[in-house]
């Protein structure tokens, strides 16, 4: 007889790690003017929301930041690191070309059970993806009790002398453990991509004969990334609700990618949610790529805005193109 599958994955903790260094707006253009690049707080602040982002020493790489944000998650849950039986990590910004950042947090954690560990890529919705494979793999009994976690440094990856991308990232964790259960749980999760725009936000450059071949740095159309990313979020919403049998009244929470204040209103008005529905902190983070997500949802459990039986929506969009949603309750 095979074994009864759970009805559902469940976020049973989250945690998260910011390096240290804030860099406010007026630092980073003080920063920037004495390279010839002209910015300042208040341009940034009006097209964006961002206030300050934290950016890691140099030498701290990817996995560092992961850790300590898996632990506060597995700490949140009452987990031990021996319970933990996948670890799936979004990440666009790995430590090597590999092995993957989990392989080499899952030795930091000191889990040494042989269960498996691999990264997600699909950049700013890599949270949204990660989430969603842990479901499936928890759903049909691969897994039992998952990291999965949002890691990036985005500033090793940032062109400095290019002031319309490098106000806008930050480097940042977040982390949650997801657990079979018979209680809700993941409610619904949908992805989707569509590479004809991979164009428009990518890090072109590669790693060949032992050199770095083409650009190794972050390239952005602002405005035509700005346009995809109000018409998915809206409707990525939309079909996931539709299919848990849901309606925008049901969301407690919106939780979008924490890119652009002005694209986060947007998608929070036409999804008629009060203000108060919408978890913000691209203002202290800016743009954390795949860490955004689950820094904002750990931000707002800690706060306690955000509790058990909260029914939330996760949004992601980004490079690729990629874009998904997860719905699910606490
Ligand atoms: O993480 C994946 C998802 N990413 C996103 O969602 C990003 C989506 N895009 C955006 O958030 C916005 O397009 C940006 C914030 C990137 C840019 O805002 P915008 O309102 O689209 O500005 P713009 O690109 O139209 O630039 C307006 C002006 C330009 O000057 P001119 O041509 O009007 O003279 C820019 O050169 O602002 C200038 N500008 C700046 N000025 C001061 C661009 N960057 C800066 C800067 N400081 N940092």
């Known amino acids: 007889m095979s074994p009864t599958l759970p009805r559902y994955s469940r976020i049973t903790g989250t945690g998260s790690h910011l390096p240290p260094r804030r860099v406010t707006n007026d630092d980073l253009a003080r920063q920037l003017a004495a390279r010839g690049v002209e910015t300042s707080d208040q341009w940034i602040v009006e097209r964006t929301g961002i206030r300050a982002r934290h950016f890691a020493d140099e030498g701290v790489?990817?996995?560092?930041?992961?850790?300590?944000?898996?632990?506060?998650?597995?700490?949140?849950?009452?987990?031990?690191?021996?319970?933990?039986?996948?670890?799936?990590?979004?990440?666009?910004?790995?430590?090597?070309?590999?092995?993957?950042t989990a392989t080499l947090l899952q030795a930091k954690l000191g889990i040494a059970n042989g269960s498996p560990a691999f990264d997600v890529q699909a950049v700013c919705s890599g949270f949204i993806y990660a989430l969603t494979?842990?479901?499936?793999?928890?759903?049909?009994g691969s897994a039992q009790c998952a990291l999965v976690i949002g890691s990036e440094v985005f500033s090793r990856i940032l062109d400095f002398d290019d002031r319309t991308t490098c106000v806008l990232f930050g480097d940042g964790a977040g982390a949650v453990v997801l657990e079979a259960s018979n209680e809700p749980g993941l409610l619904g999760t949908e992805l989707h991509a569509d590479g004809r725009h991979a164009g428009i936000l990518c890090t072109p450059g590669t790693v060949a004969g032992g050199k770095v071949i083409g650009d190794?740095?972050?390239?952005?159309?602002?405005?035509?990334?700005?346009?995809?990313?109000?018409?998915?979020?809206?409707?990525?919403?939309?079909?996931?609700?539709?299919?848990?049998?849901?309606?925008?009244?049901?969301?407690?929470?919106?939780?979008?990618h924490q890119a652009n204040i002005r694209i986060m209103q947007g998608t929070a008005r036409k999804l008629k949610l009060p203000a108060?529905?919408?978890?913000?902190?691209?203002?202290?983070?800016?743009?954390?790529?795949?860490a955004s997500i689950p820094l904002a949802l750990d931000a707002a459990v800690r706060d306690g805005r955000i509790r058990r039986g909260h029914t939330l929506m996760l949004e992601g969009v980004g490079g690729g193109f990629t874009w998904g949603a997860a719905l699910l309750e606490l």
Do not use: W, Y
Request: aromatic fraction near 2%.
């Open 216 to 256: 190794p740095t972050l390239k952005m159309d602002g405005q035509a990334v700005f346009k995809l990313a109000v018409g998915v979020l809206e409707d990525v919403a939309r079909s996931v609700l539709a299919k848990a049998g849901k309606t925008e009244a049901d969301i407690d929470f919106l939780i979008p």
């Open 276 to 290: 108060d529905k919408l978890i913000v902190t691209v203002d202290e983070h800016g743009n954390t790529s795949a």
């Open 133 to 140: 494979v842990a479901d499936a793999l928890i759903r049909t």
């Open 61 to 100: 790489v990817c996995s560092d930041l992961a850790l300590p944000a898996a632990r506060a998650a597995l700490a949140a849950a009452g987990r031990q690191t021996d319970d933990v039986d996948l670890i799936i990590v979004a990440t666009s910004t790995p430590d090597m070309v590999f092995p993957s």
